[in-house]
């Protein structure tokens, strides 16, 4: 049984539930990624960074060219991090690879 959350506002107006399931519930699975959903070995490079207007913004890489050529960004040290599975600061940007 789903338990509903209250309406916000009224006639027309988004649910709290709603809100939930479109803005916060995606960064919740992110932090959650299953190797099966991703087809096994591929390696998976996530990019996290926020936009100019203040939104938060997350990319999912499986490409492996696009993956070898991002890695060429990154200096030795935060190479060797990336490839551990650490995360990674370059300026703003969170970036994981996931393999």
């Known amino acids: 049984m789903s338990r509903r959350l209250p309406r916000v506002g009224g006639r027309g107006s988004l649910t709290l539930e709603l809100i939930f399931r479109y803005f916060i519930e995606p960064y919740l699975r992110l ?4 190797v099966s959903m ?3 070995d591929m390696p998976l490079l996530i990019r996290k960074y ?3 207007s203040g939104l938060k913004q997350v990319e999912r890489i499986d490409d492996p060219d696009r ?3 991002y890695k060429r960004l990154f200096e030795k040290d935060d ?3 990336l490839e551990s599975g650490q995360k990674v600061f370059i300026e ?6 996931l393999p």
């Not at 932090?31 to 299953?34: K, P």
């Not at 703003?92 to 690879?97: G, N």
């Open 31 to 34: 932090s959650q990624t299953d």
């Open 92 to 97: 703003k940007d969170e970036w994981q690879l």
């Open 79 to 81: 190479l060797k991090k």
């Open 38 to 40: 991703r087809g096994g």
């Open 67 to 69: 993956i070898d050529r």
């Open 50 to 52: 926020k936009l100019a």
